[in-house]
């Protein structure tokens, strides 16, 4: 044999037994990552290892609306009262709730708290309560403390339901209570709060039922309310 020939036959054995062995690694050995393989230069990345192997892609993950979406209900949220205390929804487990945003300046003000005071000295020996929430989001409406806003509620408009500290309800601030109260029901146009006194109303088992507009009279959700309670 030559040695031009022996070179070659050389050659077939090396790259046999490459293949071979290549053969062999890979299926005794469990590639852990796709992307720790050397590329050939001027190779391009498969479509599976840019998308998953990637050390460069960071998932991000919004753990405060994940927290929301495992909410089931109105009972799941704890929210803080006028005096920065937490309050526990759950303490209103078998009620019927209608939950309002509230303003002291607006001018839904002086027909909607009257309206609200009616029905909950009307209601709340059958288990109904209100929970209103001050907001400050629409045109600075409720500019006021948390005290001076229990004062003018109480003193003016006789109220006697609970009224809770200042929230947001729109937004990355947005009370979570509000994003999960949103979630349930959206408004006419996307789900966001659309100004004062808007209203929910909630079901014994702390489920929201319906959405009111803010132009929507608390005395016009009375038949609603009846049929939540079981009342003729």
Do not use: H
Not at 29 to 56: A, E, M, N, Q, Y
Not at 138 to 150: H, L, T, V, W, Y
């Amino acid at each position: 044999m030559s040695c031009s020939s022996a070179r070659v036959f050389n050659n077939l054995i090396t790259q046999r037994i490459l293949v071979f062995n290549s053969r062999t690694l890979s299926n005794s050995l469990k590639i852990s990552s796709v992307s720790s393989i050397p590329l050939p230069i001027g190779s391009k990345r498969s479509w599976f290892s840019t998308r998953f192997c990637s050390t460069k892609r960071t998932p991000v993950v919004n753990f405060s609306s994940m927290a929301t979406q495992s909410k089931q209900s109105v009972y799941d949220f704890t929210v803080k009262n006028a005096k920065g205390q937490d309050v526990d929804l759950s303490t209103y487990r078998g009620k019927v709730l209608l939950i309002v945003n509230v303003a002291s300046q607006c001018g839904l003000t002086n027909s909607n708290y009257p309206e609200l005071t009616t029905l909950y000295q009307k209601y709340k020996d059958q288990g109904f309560e209100i929970l209103a929430f001050p907001c400050n989001q629409f045109n600075g409406q409720e500019p006021g403390s948390n005290e001076e806003i229990q004062d003018f509620v109480c003193t003016r408009f006789k109220a006697e339901y609970p009224v809770f500290g200042k929230v947001d309800v729109n937004g990355k601030t947005s009370e979570p209570l509000y994003t999960f109260l949103r979630s349930s029901k959206g408004g006419l146009l996307g789900d966001s709060i659309k100004w004062n006194f808007t209203k929910f109303l909630v079901d014994k088992e702390g489920k929201v039922v319906d959405r009111y507009a803010p132009t929507t009279a608390p005395l016009s959700i009375e038949k609603d309310i009846k049929k939540l309670l079981g009342v003729a």
